[in-house]
């Protein structure tokens, strides 16, 4: 078939994202709810790559800068489909001190944690007591 080699990759690639009505793009910035034994529910990016809250920030404010991000990378999405437990105005974007952008549930900020292989893990809840996964229905947690 000749189609390759007279249209451009770029043009193809234009055309099934149109053709597939936009959604894969869409897809990659939905937020799920996931349930594990030992953890309960608890929010994921699209990849099922488990989200974080960090207990020293608050409302609008990441406390975590440095060295802190490199083991807690940052989440950040222009837009964020909501899941389950979830409502698009849960969902924001702050500008943190060091110039980027990141993404926030209920206002606080979400990370990624670096220790986490594979989707699903959840193995950055408790850290230091002050790193959790994010009950959607329970959050922000009383403190």
Known sequence: MRLGRMVPVGMIAVF????????????DHA??????DGVGSYLTDAKGRT????KKD?????????????????YYRE???????????DFGTITREDGKKQTTFRGYPLY????????GDTTGQGVNNVWYVVDPASFPPKM
């Open 51 to 54: 989200l974080y809250w960090f």
């Open 58 to 74: 608050s409302p609008g404010k990441s406390a975590c800068a440095g060295p802190c991000v490199e083991k807690w990378p940052l």
């Open 112 to 119: 990624y944690w670096a220790g986490d292989k594979a989707p």
């Open 31 to 36: 937020v799920k709810k996931m349930t594990k």
């Open 79 to 89: 837009k964020v489909e909501a899941g389950d437990g979830t409502k698009e105005g």
């Open 16 to 27: 099934v994202f149109l053709a597939m009505g936009g959604s894969a793009l869409a897809m």
